[in-house]
């Protein structure tokens, strides 16, 4: 059956640098895929989707790209801030669009 | 109101007891999730509305647990006889299907089984 996985290590950067945050999958590739953040004891908040046949989505500070060759989407946070520390979750939808399925989640921390 | 709610944010129970825990989604929102997130981990899947039926309810663990959304609004997760291991945070989510699947969270109910 298809998996998701996240590094479960958090990942310490310095603020100012990027962020690169990864999401492997197993077998087929999703349709798409989507990124959340959450912080403690709040729910997870979209952030962005990328599609399967797009190479790479924007938004502001955040980009994300999806390679159907690796089976792996990378999240990049540049200029990253304190305020971006928090959980990142990646998921997909199962092929009947029936529902969303996470990964295990990495957690961020930026230092000032 | 503008996101969803669940309630109550934090439950303290008995191991044994009966418990319900309550979603209101997004106004106009056709579909409703609900999830359970255990610290470390990312939230699992348990069971999908599309209106007032589910349409998938393969992520229920047991027969203990029960969802019912009979207005096709306001969702209720019931769990019977309580066990421990089913300490974690409920998670509810609604979205328009009409969309890509972006999925609107609550904050979540917090199930402390003692």
């Known amino acids: 059956s298809q998996k998701i996985e996240q590094n479960s290590e958090a990942l310490n950067i310095q603020e100012g640098k990027t962020a690169t945050l990864t999401c492997n999958y197993t077998?087929?590739?999703?349709?798409?895929l989507q990124w959340y953040r959450q912080d403690p004891g709040r729910g997870p908040v979209f952030l962005l989707l990328i599609r399967e046949n797009e190479k790479e989505k924007r938004k502001e500070r955040l980009k994300v790209t999806f390679d159907t060759t690796l089976k792996q989407s990378l999240f990049h946070i540049t200029a990253s801030q304190p305020a971006d520390s928090a959980t990142y979750l990646c998921?997909?939808?199962?092929?009947?669009?029936?529902?969303?399925?996470f990964g295990t989640g990495t957690r961020l921390l930026v230092s000032p | 109101g503008a996101g969803v709610s669940q309630t109550p944010s934090n439950k303290v129970t008995e191991k044994g007891k009966y418990v319900e825990l309550r979603c209101d989604p997004i106004?106009?929102?056709?579909?409703l999730y609900w999830y359970r997130q255990s610290l470390g981990q990312g939230p699992e899947f348990l069971i999908y509305f599309q209106g007032t039926g589910a349409a998938d309810d393969s992520g229920l663990p047991n027969d203990r647990f029960f969802a019912v959304r009979p207005e096709g609004s306001v969702s209720t997760l019931k769990i019977q006889r309580t066990e421990r291991g089913d300490s974690a945070v409920y998670l509810c989510a609604s979205n328009l299907m009409e969309n890509t699947g972006e999925l609107f969270f609550g904050e979540g109910s917090r199930l402390t089984v003692l």
């Open positions: 106004s106009g929102h056709t579909a």
């Open positions: 077998n087929y590739s999703p349709a798409y």
């Open positions: 998921a997909y939808m199962n092929t009947g669009f029936q529902k969303l399925v």
